[in-house]
C-alpha cells in the first residue's frame, strides 16, 4: 500500500468525523433557536481589512502552538498505550517553576531563554516520571496517579505563586510571579510577517511557532524512523511479546512518561515567553485535557495533531465574534464537544473495520507453516520478525485513537 493511500485512509475517519459532528451540532443549534448558517459564517468571518484577517489569522496561530504541544504529549503516551491525563498538572507546575526561574536570573538572550525551556521541561518530566515508577514498581494504573498528581500540582503551584515566587504586590487583584527580564523574551515572528508583504498586525505572533514545528519533527522522527520508535509502539502492543524480543517493558514505561512530561513542559511556554513574561492567576488553564481530544483527533499523528489543534484554535478565537453577533458562545463548546465523540466513536469503527479485514485477508491466504507470520495452535507469543509483522499492520492492533 502506497504511503498516499495509508494517509488518506488514517485521515478518512477523523475527515468524516468532523462532517457529522459539524451536522449534528447545526441540529443542535437550530434546536436551541441558533441560526446554523449565520453561526458558520460569523466563525469563519476573518474581517473585511487585511490588517483584521491578519490579525485572525496571528491568533488562531498562537493558540494553537500549545494545543499542539499538548497533543503531542499525550499522543506519545498514547502511542505507548498510556494515558498521560496529567499534562494538565505537568505544564502547570513546569510553567510556574520556569517563571520563577526566569525572573531570578539575569543572562545573555540565548542562554536566558535556553535555561526556561531546560527547567520547565525537567519539571514536567520529573512530575511525569513519578507516574511512570509508580506504575512500575507498585503497578498503580497512570491514569489514576496522574489524576491525583494533577491535584497536587495545582495546589503546589498556587502555593509557589501566593508565597515564594509572588512578584506582585499584597492586596492586587491578579497574582503573578516577577516578570521575566526582556533576555528572556522569546522573539516574535510578525518581521516575517513583514518579509512576506503582510500586513504587520496589532498582536505578535508567537516565535515559540518554530519551536513547536521542531519539536513536531523530533517526535515524529522519534516514533517512526528510531528502534526506540518501534520498541515503544511494540512494548504498547503486547508487553509481553516485546520483553520476550528483549525489550525491556518497565524502562520503556519510564522513558515514555519522561519524554511525554517533557513535552508537557513547553505548553505553557508559548504564553509565558510570547506575551504575558509572568505566571499568575489568570493564565491560561485547560490546555492539557483539550490535549487529550487533539491526539484523539489527530490519530496521534504530529501532521494530523498540527490539524486538529489549528481546527481547535479556529474554534476557540471564533467565541468572540459569536458573542459580538449576540449568538451564545457556548456553540463552540457544542462544536468541538460533538466533534471528539464522533472522533471516538470513528476511530473505533474504523479500527474493527480494518481488523476484519486482516482476519478475512488470513482466511483467504493463510500464511505458510513455519514462516513465523502465524503461530501454531499451542506455540509462545510472536517475538522478532513475527512481532514486527504485528505492529507494522495498519490499523489492526493499534489502540483506539492511534495512528500507525
Same mark, same amino acid.
Given at each position: 500500500?502506497?504511503?498516499?493511500?495509508?494517509?488518506?485512509?488514517?485521515?478518512?475517519?477523523?475527515?468524516?468525523?468532523? =462532517?457529522?459532528?459539524?451536522?449534528?451540532?447545526?441540529?443542535?443549534?437550530?434546536?436551541?433557536?441558533?441560526?446554523?448558517?449565520?453561526?458558520?459564517? =460569523?466563525?469563519?468571518?476573518?474581517?473585511?481589512?487585511?490588517? +483584521?484577517?491578519?490579525? %485572525?489569522?496571528?491568533?488562531?496561530?498562537?493558540?494553537?502552538?500549545?494545543?499542539?504541544?499538548?497533543?503531542?504529549?499525550?499522543?506519545?503516551?498514547?502511542?505507548?498505550?498510556?494515558?498521560?491525563?496529567?499534562?494538565?498538572?505537568?505544564?502547570?507546575? %513546569? #510553567?510556574?517553576?520556569?517563571?520563577?526561574?526566569?525572573?531570578?536570573?539575569?543572562?545573555?538572550?540565548?542562554?536566558?531563554?535556553?535555561?526556561? /525551556?531546560?527547567?520547565?521541561?525537567?519539571?514536567?518530566? /520529573?512530575?511525569?516520571? /513519578?507516574?511512570? =515508577?509508580?506504575?512500575?514498581?507498585?503497578?498503580?494504573?497512570?491514569?489514576?496517579?496522574?489524576?491525583?498528581?494533577?491535584? /497536587?500540582?495545582?495546589?503546589?503551584?498556587?502555593?509557589?505563586?501566593?508565597?515564594?515566587?509572588?512578584?506582585?504586590?499584597?492586596?492586587?487583584?491578579?497574582?503573578?510571579?516577577?516578570?521575566?527580564?526582556?533576555?528572556?523574551?522569546?522573539? *516574535?515572528?510578525?518581521?516575517?510577517?513583514?518579509?512576506?508583504?503582510?500586513?504587520?498586525?496589532?498582536? +505578535?505572533?508567537?516565535?515559540?511557532?518554530? =519551536?513547536?514545528?521542531?519539536?513536531?519533527?523530533?517526535?515524529?522522527?522519534?516514533?517512526?524512523?528510531?528502534?526506540?520508535?518501534?520498541?515503544?509502539?511494540?512494548?504498547?502492543?503486547?508487553?509481553?511479546?516485546?520483553?520476550? *524480543?528483549?525489550?525491556?517493558?518497565?524502562?520503556?514505561?519510564?522513558?515514555?512518561?519522561?519524554?511525554?512530561?517533557?513535552?508537557?513542559?513547553?505548553?505553557?511556554?508559548?504564553?509565558?515567553?510570547?506575551?504575558?513574561?509572568?505566571?499568575?492567576?489568570?493564565?491560561?488553564?485547560?490546555?492539557?485535557?483539550?490535549?487529550?481530544?487533539?491526539?484523539?483527533?489527530?490519530?496521534?499523528?504530529?501532521?494530523?495533531?498540527?490539524?486538529?489543534?489549528?481546527?481547535?484554535?479556529?474554534?476557540?478565537?471564533?467565541?468572540?465574534?459569536?458573542?459580538?453577533?449576540?449568538?451564545? *458562545? *457556548?456553540?463552540?463548546?457544542?462544536?468541538?464537544? #460533538?466533534?471528539?465523540?464522533?472522533?471516538?466513536?470513528?476511530?473505533?469503527?474504523?479500527?474493527?473495520?480494518?481488523?476484519?479485514?486482516?482476519?478475512?485477508?488470513?482466511?483467504?491466504?493463510?500464511?505458510?507453516?513455519?514462516?513465523?507470520?502465524?503461530?501454531?495452535?499451542?506455540?509462545?507469543?510472536?517475538?522478532?520478525?513475527?512481532?514486527?509483522?504485528?505492529?507494522?499492520?495498519?490499523?489492526?492492533?493499534?489502540?483506539?485513537?492511534?495512528?500507525?
Amino acid at each position: 500500500m502506497s504511503a498516499l493511500r495509508r494517509t488518506g485512509q488514517a485521515l478518512l475517519a477523523p475527515a468524516l468525523a468532523v =462532517v457529522i459532528a459539524l451536522v449534528i451540532s447545526a441540529a443542535v443549534m437550530a434546536a436551541i433557536g441558533v441560526d446554523p448558517a449565520r453561526a458558520f459564517s =460569523v466563525m469563519v468571518d476573518f474581517g473585511d481589512t487585511p490588517s +483584521q484577517q491578519v490579525t %485572525a489569522i496571528v491568533v488562531v496561530l498562537n493558540r494553537a502552538v500549545p494545543l499542539f504541544l499538548a497533543g503531542l504529549a499525550v499522543a506519545v503516551a498514547f502511542r505507548m498505550g498510556l494515558f498521560n491525563i496529567g499534562v494538565e498538572g505537568q505544564y502547570r507546575m %513546569a #510553567t510556574v517553576v520556569a517563571a520563577g526561574v526566569g525572573a531570578s536570573v539575569s543572562l545573555p538572550g540565548p542562554l536566558h531563554v535556553l535555561l526556561i /525551556i531546560v527547567v520547565a521541561m525537567g519539571v514536567a518530566a /520529573i512530575w511525569a516520571g /513519578i507516574v511512570g =515508577v509508580l506504575k512500575v514498581t507498585r503497578g498503580v494504573s497512570e491514569v489514576i496517579s496522574s489524576i491525583m498528581l494533577n491535584f /497536587i500540582a495545582l495546589g503546589l503551584a498556587s502555593f509557589l505563586l501566593t508565597g515564594p515566587l509572588r512578584g506582585s504586590e499584597p492586596g492586587a487583584s491578579i497574582v503573578t510571579t516577577t516578570e521575566i527580564p526582556e533576555s528572556g523574551w522569546f522573539p *516574535s515572528l510578525n518581521g516575517l510577517l513583514g518579509a512576506l508583504g503582510l500586513a504587520n498586525p496589532p498582536r +505578535q505572533l508567537y516565535g515559540f511557532l518554530l =519551536v513547536a514545528v521542531v519539536v513536531g519533527v523530533a517526535v515524529a522522527v522519534l516514533l517512526k524512523r528510531t528502534r526506540f520508535g518501534f520498541d515503544l509502539r511494540a512494548t504498547g502492543l503486547s508487553a509481553s511479546a516485546a520483553s520476550a *524480543s528483549g525489550v525491556d517493558a518497565k524502562r520503556m514505561v519510564i522513558t515514555t512518561m519522561l519524554i511525554s512530561g517533557a513535552v508537557a513542559g513547553l505548553i505553557g511556554l508559548p504564553d509565558l515567553l510570547g506575551s504575558d513574561h509572568s505566571y499568575g492567576t489568570q493564565f491560561t488553564s485547560g490546555l492539557g485535557f483539550l490535549g487529550i481530544a487533539i491526539a484523539l483527533l489527530g490519530r496521534n499523528s504530529p501532521l494530523g495533531i498540527a490539524v486538529a489543534a489549528v481546527l481547535f484554535a479556529f474554534l476557540d478565537r471564533a467565541s468572540v465574534p459569536l458573542q459580538i453577533a449576540s449568538i451564545p *458562545s *457556548s456553540v463552540v463548546t457544542i462544536i468541538q464537544g #460533538t466533534i471528539v465523540l464522533a472522533v471516538v466513536i470513528a476511530n473505533e469503527i474504523a479500527r474493527r473495520i480494518a481488523r476484519r479485514q486482516a482476519e478475512s485477508g488470513s482466511a483467504v491466504a493463510p500464511p505458510a507453516a513455519g514462516d513465523g507470520s502465524s503461530p501454531e495452535p499451542g506455540s509462545t507469543p510472536p517475538t522478532g520478525p513475527a512481532l514486527t509483522n504485528a505492529t507494522g499492520s495498519a490499523g489492526r492492533t493499534e489502540p483506539t485513537g492511534s495512528a500507525q
